[in-house]
């Protein structure tokens, strides 16, 4: 393999993983094929640092919202995870973005997409797997500096189960994110263009989806029975009102709302769950078309 065909930083991990790959045309199980890309897409990202620099970020935020709801001498749980959510409400679907962004368009101009599609895998295979192996980064990154606050908390006998439900709804809004992230790096030609596309989908996402959507029933535009369409047409959105629903002192305004509205924990655990799916399942449908 020439220096053309592999990504800048492989670090030679891709000759080794690529044999692993089915040598049997495409009769491989559709499990060892995905595993196998994920793999190989779990350690360019080890070597990448990305897997480190993620956990660096959540822990410093982590073990910053602790530090500060720990003045006074008593660490305030329920402050904490109010703070944790809306800080991650903003930096979470930000940072996930932005690390998903060249998954397929990046790897296409490297001249790596063209390696990958050569081997006897289908493409949505490869689509999912590349996924499924950043996924992993970024739900360890998660768990780990996330847990690293966790464990402050647990030593001042203040970790709660709201903390903890804070922490499963990042690893799902996180992979919702992502997810969308594929689906923008698989229609953009350049990298460029895809770095765009999702710091504007951050920007309606995190900033202006529930500005508009808050302004349609102030207005009697809309009625207050579209406030869950609203929230489920957001996985920022969804993810926020997740990881709240175990706070017990998140009363009034929205969450008097929200209320009876129906939007119980399975219903937006599946939300997220959809939000994952249709965006990785449509990658693999439209990178078929991708001329590498």
Known sequence: MTDSESPETDGGVADETAVRLP?????????????????????????NRWAFALTGLFASLAVLVVALGGQGGVVRSDAVVVSLVELSALLLPLVALVYGYDAIVGNDEAGWLGVLFALPVPR?????????????????????????????L????????????????????????????????????????????????????????DLVSVGLIAADVVGPDWLP????????????????????TVTGGMADVLVGSGLTTPVLVGALVVWIVSPVWLSSRLVARRSV
């Open 23 to 47: 040598t049997r045309g495409r009769d491989g199980s559709a499990l060892q094929q995905v595993g196998t890309v994920t793999r190989l897409e779990y350690a360019l990202s080890i070597r």
């Open 124 to 152: 949505s295979r490869v689509v999912v797997g590349t996924y499924v192996g950043r996924l992993a980064v970024f739900a360890g990154a998660v768990v780990a500096g996330f847990g690293i606050g966790g464990l402050w």
């Open 154 to 209: 647990a030593s001042t006998g203040r970790l709660t189960a709201a903390y903890l439900g804070l922490v499963g709804a990042a690893v799902l809004g996180g992979g919702a994110f992502l997810a969308l992230s594929l689906l923008v790096s698989t229609l953009a030609a350049e990298k460029t263009h895809a770095l765009g596309g999702t710091l504007l989908l951050w920007v309606w996402l995190a900033l202006v989806h």
């Open 229 to 248: 369409v609203f929230v489920l047409a957001n996985p920022v959105t969804v993810f926020r009102v997740l990881a709240l629903q175990a706070v017990p």
